[in-house]
C-alpha cells in the first residue's frame, strides 16, 4: 500500500504562485510514475502534470510554461510549482502513484488539496 498526502492549497489572486507537495510512504518501491490531477466543480478530474522514475515529464497544454512538476527522491515527495494562475487553474488537486509489482499495476490517489484563485 501506497499512502499519499497533499499540501500546499490555498486561496491565491490570479497572477500568483502556489506550489503543491505530495509525500508517499508506505510501500513505495516500483512507483514508477507520478503525476498531479485536477478536477474542477461540474468537470471530470484532468491530468496536470506527471513524472517518472527516470525524470521525464508531461503536462497538460493548459498548463505548459506556467507549471513545473519535480520530485525529490530523498524525501519521497513530489512538487507542483504554479505560477501566474488562472482562474481557470481552480479544482482540487488530486496526487496520484503508479506503481507496478510484477504483472499487477497499482494506483493510488492522495485525499485532494483545493486550489482556488480569485479573479
Known amino acids: 500500500q501506497v499512502q499519499l498526502v497533499e499540501s500546499g492549497g490555498g486561496l491565491v489572486q490570479a497572477g500568483g504562485s502556489l506550489r503543491l507537495s505530495c509525500a508517499a510512504s508506505?510501500?513505495?518501491?516500483?512507483?514508477?510514475?507520478m503525476g498531479w490531477y485536477r478536477q474542477a466543480p461540474g468537470k471530470e478530474r484532468e491530468l496536470v502534470a506527471a513524472i517518472t522514475t527516470d525524470g521525464s515529464t508531461n503536462y497538460a497544454d493548459s498548463g505548459q510554461g506556467r507549471f513545473t512538476i519535480s520530485r525529490d527522491n530523498a524525501r519521497n515527495t513530489v512538487y507542483l510549482q504554479m505560477n501566474s494562475l488562472k482562474s481557470g487553474d481552480t479544482g482540487v488537486y488530486y496526487c496520484n502513484a503508479d506503481q507496478v509489482v510484477g504483472p499487477v499495476r497499482f494506483n493510488y490517489w492522495g485525499q485532494g488539496t483545493q486550489v482556488t484563485v480569485s479573479s
Open positions: 508506505g510501500t513505495i518501491d516500483r512507483i514508477n510514475r
